[in-house]
């Protein structure tokens, strides 16, 4: 599976350098030069990087063979992806990659088939999509509502408060 780590914006400058959306944790280590970039369209890349720097808080990068504004301008919204099995999994074992979690079959703790993880959203509270019975519900990826991740055996348990799952049965 493909995850992307950046995306290639606007071109900074006459000299071909591009300002980077960053969607990593670790981007010294993702961007740094003499690294090749896989990229998404394919044929956009590999792509290397000469140097990286930061400018008022953007990320912006050289590459080879982009020596001016139309060539960099080429690349804008460009994906830069990695395999996530290049990815080392969280120390912590309550931790889990989106990546991860997407797919996985959802359970009530009593064992009645929720449905399955379509995205995971990060918004002040990490919050699981799960679809269930033809809409999506979202749900506090919090230990009290999700008490287990299985991920070798693809599944994790919700224990749900009246109303979460159904609206009708709300309190």
Not at 23 to 49: C, I, K, N
Not at 51 to 61: E, Q, T, Y
Not at 69 to 82: G, K, M, P, Y
């Amino acid at each position: 599976m493909q995850l992307v780590v950046g995306r290639i914006g606007r071109p900074h400058g006459v000299r071909g350098e591009v300002t980077v959306e960053v969607r990593t944790d670790d981007p010294e280590l993702r961007f740094a030069p003499g690294t090749a970039l896989r990229t998404d369209p394919e044929s956009a890349g590999p792509l290397v990087v000469s140097s990286m720097r930061w400018h008022s808080g953007v990320l912006l990068l050289r590459l080879e063979g982009v020596g001016d504004r139309s060539a960099a301008e080429e690349l804008r919204d460009t994906l830069i992806v990695i395999d996530s099995a290049d990815v080392a999994p969280p120390e912590d074992p309550d931790e889990f990659y989106d990546h991860q979690l997407i797919g996985l079959s959802v359970a009530t703790t009593g064992g009645e088939p929720v449905g399955e993880v379509s995205d995971v959203l990060h918004h002040g509270q990490d919050l699981l999509v799960v679809r269930h019975e033809g809409r999506e519900v979202l749900i506090p990826f919090v230990k009290a509502l999700v008490p287990e991740v299985d991920l070798k055996a693809g599944r994790l348990v919700v224990d749900p408060p009246p109303g979460l799952l159904n609206p009708d049965e709300a309190v």
